[in-house]
């Protein structure tokens, strides 16, 4: 899979990328993730990537030509990709059906907005989907970038050392997960659950079944409602 991150910051996603299941899945060749800065696609002897809003108004918006121009550079280079995605707080909020979704994709284009946004034109004629990763306004799309790169690397083929393990996580299955446990048995006067060292692996998977039901019901029976 081939991602194309498109922003005005990108000191801010390229550390991250570098490591943990992300970075894993880049060296397992299962990802590759390019950053763009916005800025090297400007028109312009100022290099400006934005501009006043027309109508007035706070804050700046992202001028047209250099996103779109980024773009169209990617694409020449790698060809088509499946979906030009925006970040934006008002785009679909991001669940794990759509990141299943996406992580079959081959080349995915993120943009990444900041200040007020970008010119409409853009998100009318270049992007494909618009993604939210949550009812709060951050600063930009930069974290929500990262967000939704570590969500489809860790599905890429071969990316978890537990093959099985992306399948049991919160949600996948529509329930949270159950408590882990590891050494010391005992800490500081709290003892492991004694079925979990029983060693009794049907005792021990009704145990987890249970336990992943009530922490449902008690925290999200929205959930449960689906
Ligand atoms: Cl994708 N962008 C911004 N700026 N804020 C957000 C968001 C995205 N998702 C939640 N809040």
Same mark, same amino acid.
């Given at each position: 899979m081939?991602?194309?991150?498109?922003?005005?910051?990108?000191?801010?996603?390229?550390e991250?990328?570098r490591?943990?299941?992300?970075?894993?899945a880049?060296?397992? /060749?299962?990802l590759a993730?390019?950053?763009?800065d $916005? #800025? %090297?696609?400007?028109t312009?002897?100022?290099?400006? @990537?934005? &501009? !006043?809003?027309?109508?007035?108004?706070?804050?700046?918006?992202?001028?047209?030509?250099?996103?779109?121009r980024c773009?169209?550079?990617?694409?020449?280079?790698?060809?088509?990709?499946?979906?030009?995605?925006?970040?934006?707080?008002?785009?679909?909020?991001?669940q794990?059906?759509?990141?299943?979704?996406?992580?079959?994709?081959?080349?995915?284009?993120?943009?990444? /907005?900041?200040?007020?946004?970008?010119?409409?034109? $853009? #998100? %009318?004629?270049?992007?494909?989907?618009e993604?939210? @990763?949550? &009812? !709060?306004?951050?600063?930009?799309g930069?974290?929500p970038?990262?967000v939704?790169?570590?969500?489809?690397?860790?599905?890429?083929?071969?990316?978890?050392?537990?093959?099985?393990?992306?399948?049991t996580?919160?949600?996948?299955?529509g329930?949270?997960?159950?408590?882990?446990?590891t050494r010391p048995?005992?800490?500081?006067?709290?003892?492991?659950?004694?079925?979990?060292?029983?060693?009794?692996?049907?005792?021990?998977d009704?145990?987890?079944?249970?336990?992943?039901l009530e922490?449902?019901?008690?925290?999200?029976?929205?959930?449960?409602?689906?």
């Amino acid at each position: 899979m081939r991602i194309d991150i498109v922003t005005a910051l990108p000191d801010i996603v390229e550390e991250p990328l570098r490591h943990s299941i992300v970075g894993r899945a880049q060296s397992k /060749g299962a990802l590759a993730v390019h950053v763009h800065d $916005v #800025r %090297d696609y400007a028109t312009d002897k100022h290099r400006q @990537i934005d &501009d !006043y809003p027309f109508g007035g108004g706070a804050g700046m918006v992202l001028k047209p030509e250099p996103l779109v121009r980024c773009v169209e550079a990617i694409t020449a280079a790698a060809g088509a990709p499946d979906a030009v995605i925006y970040l934006t707080p008002d785009g679909e909020r991001l669940q794990q059906p759509r990141v299943n979704h996406l992580s079959t994709h081959e080349h995915l284009i993120l943009l990444c /907005g900041h200040y007020k946004g970008i010119d409409q034109r $853009v #998100r %009318d004629t270049v992007v494909t989907l618009e993604v939210s @990763i949550g &009812d !709060y306004v951050l600063s930009g799309g930069e974290l929500p970038a990262l967000v939704l790169v570590d969500a489809v690397a860790r599905l890429q083929p071969g990316v978890l050392g537990d093959a099985s393990s992306a399948l049991t996580d919160s949600f996948q299955d529509g329930l949270l997960d159950a408590p882990a446990y590891t050494r010391p048995a005992s800490f500081r006067g709290h003892d492991v659950p004694a079925v979990l060292r029983s060693g009794d692996h049907a005792r021990i998977d009704a145990w987890r079944d249970a336990q992943r039901l009530e922490k449902t019901r008690a925290r999200r029976p929205d959930l449960l409602d689906d």
